[in-house]
Structure formats: structure tokens, C-alpha cells
């Protein structure tokens, strides 16, 4: 599976917009885009997932770049609950659905 | 359905103890993934199951872990024994065949061995 770089922490303004950026500069044709959260002392939490197309659920946005190199995660009105770590994921649609989580990014919503 | 329960919540034990976590998948659900996670080291995949069989457990730290699902409802984790360097959260997943990388994980046990 391809390897992501997320920024180490990012911080967002209660009620705004928290875009969180991903590089997968290696991602392969076959290779989605997944997101996901892990507020404290929780399990992680599906968000959402793409491969090359904006993806949009009640929970967040994805855009994926046109060279599906990069992507952002968009929470359109971040709230002080998505405090967490988001992990961005690569991984081929085929295959066991085993995941492998990186460092990811610790966002801080702060009011 | 009431997700993924993992249990105990919270275990404390002594070096050289055995420990026995326990999880039950998402009803339905034909994979089951055991994750580990550690400040140090993040989570890390340690083995997963389909259909009740171990597929990859090249996760696995060392033979004192082991890991058996005897059916589609129930995992069990075991340390025998167990060490210090073991104390982490151990997290339990599950998800369709075609859930296509869309996994559920249970709330986790956090494992302190003194």
C-alpha cells in the first residue's frame, strides 16, 4: 500500500472549516483514499473513502486531486467532539480489508 | 447492533501472568482484526481472521501471543506469558468482505502488565 504524510497537528477555530491535508505522491491506480478518526481513548472511526472522484457524507468531504497525489479532508463546521487524530489511508480495493494506520494528524478544535 | 465489545475494558496484571482479551464482532461480519497500539509504536495490525480462520498474523509480537476465533462471534487474544512491554491498548475490528476497507472497532482494552 502506498505511504501517506500528514502534518503532525493542526488547530481550527470552533464552527469553522478543518481542512486536513494528505500526500500519497505513490498512490497507485487501484489505490482508494481513506479517512479516518480516533477521539481519546476510543476505537478509531470510519469517515469516509475515495478513489478519484469528491466524496461527501454527512460526516465530512473529500477532495482528491486531479493526480490523485494528494488529498484534503474537509469537516465543514468542526465542532469541540472532532477533536481527535485523523489518519489518512491508502490501500487497494482488492484484497483483505486490513488496514494500516500511519502517525496521523491531531487536530484541535478550539473554541 | 451494539458494534464491536471487547472486554474486559481495563486489565491490570502481573509479569509473567497470562491474559485473555476478549471480542465480539459485528454480527454478520466475516473479517476479525486485532490491533495494538502503543505511544512508541502507533496501532499495529497484529493478525486478522476470515471466516473464523487466521489469514496474516505476521503482527504477532512473539509466541507468547496467540490469537483463536473458535466462531463467528467470538476472538479471543492471549498473552502467556505476559511482560511490561505488552501494557497497551489492544483494539478489536470487524467488517464485511465488501466492506471494502470500512472497518468497525470496539472501544478497546487498556492491558497494564506491572
Known amino acids: 500500500d502506498a505511504k501517506t504524510t500528514q502534518p503532525p497537528s493542526m488547530d481550527c477555530a470552533e464552527g469553522r472549516a478543518a481542512n486536513l491535508p494528505c500526500n500519497h505522491s505513490t498512490i497507485s491506480g487501484n489505490e482508494y483514499v481513506y479517512w479516518y478518526r480516533q477521539i481519546h481513548s476510543q476505537g478509531p472511526q470510519y469517515i469516509i473513502h475515495g478513489l478519484k472522484n469528491n466524496e461527501t457524507n454527512e460526516m465530512a468531504s473529500l477532495i482528491i486531486t486531479e493526480d490523485r497525489k494528494s488529498s484534503t479532508l474537509i469537516l465543514p463546521h468542526a465542532t469541540l467532539r472532532d477533536t481527535a487524530v485523523y489518519y489518512c489511508?491508502?490501500?487497494?480495493?482488492?484484497?483483505?480489508?486490513?488496514?494500516?494506520f500511519g502517525t496521523g494528524t491531531r487536530l484541535t478544535v478550539i473554541p | 447492533d451494539a458494534g464491536v465489545i471487547q472486554s474486559p475494558r481495563h486489565e491490570v496484571t502481573e509479569m509473567g501472568q497470562e491474559v485473555t482479551l476478549r471480542c465480539k464482532p459485528i454480527?454478520?461480519?466475516?473479517?476479525l482484526f486485532w490491533y495494538r497500539q502503543t505511544m512508541m509504536r502507533g496501532l499495529e495490525l497484529l493478525i486478522y481472521f476470515n471466516n473464523n480462520v487466521p489469514i496474516d498474523d505476521s503482527g504477532m509480537p512473539e509466541d507468547r501471543f496467540s490469537a483463536k476465533m473458535p466462531n463467528a462471534s467470538f476472538s479471543t487474544l492471549k498473552i502467556q506469558p505476559s511482560e511490561p512491554r505488552d501494557s497497551a491498548v489492544y483494539f478489536c475490528a470487524s467488517s464485511f468482505s465488501e466492506g471494502f476497507g470500512k472497518l468497525f472497532f470496539g472501544s478497546g482494552t487498556q492491558l497494564s502488565v506491572l
Open positions: 489511508i491508502v490501500r487497494a480495493q482488492t484484497g483483505a480489508n486490513n488496514l494500516f
Open positions: 454480527s454478520g461480519h466475516d473479517y
